[in-house]
Each structure stands twice: as structure tokens, then as C-alpha cells.
């Protein structure tokens, strides 16, 4: 069965500082794999995608993510965070069906950012 | 247009009430969802719409109504609900494109209250 694992339930950082949150997966085929950012109260936003090609991708707010095989990982990184980075962030693998993409959702990760 | 709108933003309801919740995108997308998600939890799957056809109903009990009258809308019908209902209900939308990656875009959602 698809499974996504986000190790770090909760993050903080300083502001300027380096991010890396981690996310591994469990899918036999292929993944469509996606990286989803919720301020509180909100809908999700999609900060980027994955399903093949290119392992480094690129996103939106100068988010990327890596898609390591070997390791069944698709870990989301930013060079320097920004207060307005605080957000849960969750990873989730796509399941093509007939079409449409059935997302399952990795926990999440809250990320807090002190000035 | 890209975005999806709910309607109302907050409700609050008593366990005797019937009271519906309105999804609206102009994208074209043919495949239409319904997820719930509780504080501090990723969200889950309720219903999959594709093509105006409920297409997954993930054992959602009764008391919760899905409706698809037209490709742009998708409601959400609530009557006798717990307590335990209470969430964020969180609608969603994607192309319907076989064999290629769909993007589901989430809107804002409406928090649902159950007194």
C-alpha cells in the first residue's frame, strides 16, 4: 500500500537559516509526487510537483525538492526561510486512477520561524 | 479563473440541522473532491467526482451528501451530524487527462462547527 512519512512532526528555525524537510515514500510504481504548503485556517497551496524527468525540481516562494529513488525520498529545501514561511507543509504521493490523482498525505511538518 | 470557492466560510450547526457546503471552479476541470481534515492532521479523502460521476466514495457515512449538478459545482450536503464532524472541509479540483500528471488545486475551505 502508498504511504508517505514525514519524520519531523514539528521545525523551527531562524529566519535566514537553511531549511530541509524530509519526506519518504512508499509506492511501487513510478510516483507523482507533490509538495503542499497550508498557512492555518487556509486551503493547501501546491509549492511544487514531481513525475518524472529532472530529479531537482523547482517551485514556487524559491522552494525545490530532490527525488532520490535509491532512498525513496523527496525531501523539500530553501536556501534562507522567511517569517512568512511558517506553515504546515505536507508532502503526498499521487495515485493515478482513471485519471484523477488520489493524493495521500504524508502527517505533516509545522514549521515555526523566530526572527 | 484558477482558484475554487467555498462558500460559507464558517458554519455552525446543531446535530438536528440540515445545512450544505458549495464548491465552485471555472478551470474546466472534470474531476471534483471532497476532503476533511481535522486540526493538526493532512487531509482526507471523502468523494471523487469525474465527469459529473461520483467515482469514490471512501466509506463517508450517510449523513454526508455529495452532489455534482454541473461540471462547475460540487455541494456538499450535511444532516444529523456529531459533534465529531466538526473540521475543515476542503474542496478540490483537477483536469480529468488520461495518462498524464493532474494537478489538484484546493480551495480556501469551510470550517464546520457542530454543536
Known amino acids: ?115 | 479563473d484558477t482558484e475554487v470557492t467555498q462558500t460559507p466560510k464558517h458554519l455552525v450547526m446543531g446535530m438536528t440541522n440540515k445545512k450544505s457546503l458549495k464548491c465552485e471552479q471555472h478551470m474546466g476541470h472534470r474531476a471534483m473532491y471532497w476532503y476533511k481534515q481535522k486540526a493538526k492532521k493532512p487531509p482526507e479523502l471523502m468523494f471523487v467526482y469525474s465527469y459529473e460521476k461520483l467515482s469514490i466514495n471512501e466509506s463517508v457515512p450517510s449523513r454526508f451528501s455529495p452532489e455534482c449538478p454541473n461540471s462547475s459545482l460540487l455541494n456538499l450536503h450535511l444532516h444529523a451530524l456529531q459533534p465529531e464532524d466538526s473540521a475543515l472541509y476542503l474542496c478540490a479540483s483537477s483536469p480529468l487527462d488520461r495518462g498524464s500528471y493532474n494537478e489538484q488545486f484546493f480551495g480556501p475551505g469551510t470550517r464546520l462547527t457542530v454543536l
Not at chain 1, 37 to 46: D, E, K, R, W
Not at chain 1, 70 to 86: C, G, T
Request: proline share 5%.
Open chain 1, 1 to 115: 500500500a502508498q504511504s508517505v512519512t514525514q519524520p519531523d512532526i514539528h521545525i523551527t528555525v531562524s529566519e535566514g537559516a537553511s531549511l530541509e524537510l524530509r519526506c519518504n515514500y512508499s509506492y511501487g510504481a513510478t510516483p507523482y509526487l507533490f509538495w503542499y504548503v497550508q498557512s492555518p485556517g487556509q486551503g493547501l497551496q501546491l509549492l511544487l510537483k514531481y513525475f518524472s524527468g529532472d530529479t531537482l525540481v523547482q517551485g514556487i516562494k524559491g522552494f525545490e525538492a530532490e527525488f532520490k529513488r535509491s532512498q525513496s525520498s523527496f525531501n523539500l529545501r530553501k536556501p534562507s526561510v522567511h517569517w512568512s514561511d511558517a506553515a504546515e507543509y505536507f508532502c503526498a504521493v499521487g495515485s493515478p486512477s482513471g485519471g484523477y490523482n488520489k493524493l495521500i498525505f504524508g502527517a505533516g511538518t509545522r514549521l515555526a520561524v523566530h526572527p
